[in-house]
């Protein structure tokens, strides 16, 4: 994983990986060329790679909507051409930051948005979120044998995004929905409500992703 985000997310030179994964002592295992190419085309880090850079947490998914500071993507207009005003970035920060549903955050805004207003500005925020440009680059970046794409298809990428959106940053079906779906379809996946449903109701999901030491479970 440490080859796979020095090579493939920070474009390092295949020369520098090498060198920096074999600061070790000498008579460690020296890192090859061949090594890297192995290890860029195996499922495990393909899967565990794009969940990694998939998953992206409240305050980063504010901070990128706020201020385009997410490392490697920039914003489709940049913050000095968004003009978001006071009232708006408040309403930013209660819906993505602090988790707020759109009725909690209109009760807060009452008298400075209306909730037809925050429903545009949500949905605006929704059509900026970076998750389908990074399945783009992320097929790009790791289709060394023409699957990338097919990997990332695979039900068990898309279901463990889900259970941590769910479980650790406790998002409502819908909002989990707006990170995953687009990004899912970008891949060759569909993810419905319906699906999400499914998956989360009577704890289904967390029982089928139950982690062991001797098992992976993406």
């Known amino acids: 994983m440490l080859a796979a985000k020095l090579f493939l997310i920070d474009k390092q030179p295949w020369e520098i990986v090498c060198r920096i994964l074999n600061g070790g002592a000498s008579h460690d295992y020296q890192v090859k060329r061949s090594d890297l190419d192995a290890w860029m085309s195996s499922k495990y880090i393909v899967r565990?790679?794009?969940?990694?850079?998939?998953?992206?947490?409240?305050?980063?998914?504010?901070?990128?909507?706020l201020h385009g500071s997410m490392t490697g993507f920039p914003l489709a207009l940049?913050?000095?051409?968004?003009?978001?005003?006071?009232?708006?970035?408040?309403?930013?920060?209660?819906?993505?930051?602090h988790g707020m549903h759109l009725d909690?955050?209109?009760?807060?805004?009452?008298?400075?948005?209306t909730k037809s207003e925050l429903g545009s500005l949500f949905d605006r925020c929704v059509n900026e979120f970076p998750f389908i440009e990074i399945v783009r680059r992320l097929i790009r970046d790791l289709d060394y044998e023409?699957?990338?794409k097919a990997q990332?298809?695979?039900?068990?990428?898309?279901?463990r995004l889900?259970?941590?959106?769910?479980?650790?940053?406790?998002?409502?079906?819908?909002?989990?929905y707006e990170r995953t779906c687009g990004a899912a379809g970008e891949a060759?996946?569909?993810?419905?409500?319906?699906?999400?449903?499914?998956?989360?109701?009577?704890g289904r999901l967390s029982q089928r992703l139950v982690v062991r030491a001797d098992k992976v479970a993406i």
Request: proline share 2%; with cysteine; hydrophobic share 35%.
């Open 104 to 113: 909690q955050v209109t009760a807060r805004m009452s008298g400075r948005l």
């Open 188 to 202: 060759g996946y569909t993810i419905t409500l319906a699906m999400l449903n499914g998956w989360l109701s009577g």
């Open 48 to 65: 565990s790679l794009a969940y990694s850079e998939l998953y992206r947490s409240n305050e980063r998914i504010c901070e990128y909507l």
């Open 78 to 97: 940049p913050p000095e051409k968004r003009n978001w005003n006071s009232d708006q970035a408040f309403a930013i920060q209660l819906r993505y930051r």
């Open 162 to 176: 889900v259970f941590q959106y769910h479980s650790h940053d406790s998002l409502a079906h819908r909002e989990i």
């Open 152 to 159: 990332l298809r695979e039900a068990g990428l898309w279901q």
């Open 146 to 148: 023409k699957s990338a």
